[in-house]
Each structure stands twice: as C-alpha cells, then as structure tokens.
C-alpha cells in the first residue's frame, strides 16, 4: 500500500498536492494513508511529495536553462517567489546560487580532471570568463593537447 502511494505521489510530482485527491483515488482515509505511509517511509506523504519537488527542481537547475520562473511553473509552485522560498529552506540556496554552485563545481572538477591526466604541464590556460547564462569557458593548451570548453 505505501508503495501505491508513493509511485502516486512520484507520477503527480509536477502537479499541486491534494491529499483529498489522493485518497480519493486510492478509496482509504487521509488517517491510513498518513500513517501507512509514514510506518514505512518514516515521512508523511507531502513531505515525501517536498522533497521529491525540490530535487526535480535541482535537476533542472543542473542539466536545463529553464529560468528560475519556468521551473516555479514547471513544478506547480503558486509563484517564483514561494519556489525560491521553499528550495532555500529545503536546501539553504536560492535557486540562482544553486545553480551558480552547481555549475562552478563542474567547471571545477574539469580543471582538476586536466590537473591529475595531464600532470600540470600546461602551457596555456585561460580562463574565458562567464557566458550570458553564467556558464564558465576556458582554452587549455599543452605541448600535446588542446581544450576549448566552449
């Protein structure tokens, strides 16, 4: 039963939660249903669907240029400012310094991916500077490879 409700929580992640509505759908009581799945989760079923929502959101924030906005309204949020709001408190960022973290430790990890394969026997290495969507680009050139980000 509490894996019923949870693969119902998981394919309604981008819409609005409604207890009402899930029990309704399932024919049980918002009591059982509560306490079903906190026995076996250790959670209620709209913390589970929180936290669900805010790692979709992370998701986006990492692999997409979807605007803070479109995953507000992608994941059913009443607004941007309420997303922001809850994404800070789930993970102690703003979305945008979400991102911008995400992002810098991916460039950061490229440079330490050269550092350790090449040895640092660079060259040259430039750092091109931020794009418009805030990502970093550089040129790498030793005496026997070379790198452009871009």
Known sequence: MASRIKQCLENNITE??????????????KNHIINVFFEK???????YYKTCRIQLAKEYLTNTQMTIGEISNALSFADRQYFSYAFKKETGYSPKNYREL????????????????????????IV????????????????THYYDSS
């Open 16 to 29: 609005e939660f409604n207890l009402d509505r899930l029990c309704e759908s399932l024919n049980y009581s």
């Open 128 to 143: 091109k500077g931020k794009d418009a969507m805030n990502n970093f680009s550089f040129y790498l050139v030793t005496d």
């Open 41 to 47: 989760y250790g959670v209620t079923p709209y913390n």
């Open 102 to 125: 995400v992002r810098f430790w991916y460039f950061t990890t490229i440079i330490w991916f050269f550092i350790l394969n090449i040895g640092f026997k660079c060259d040259i290495f």
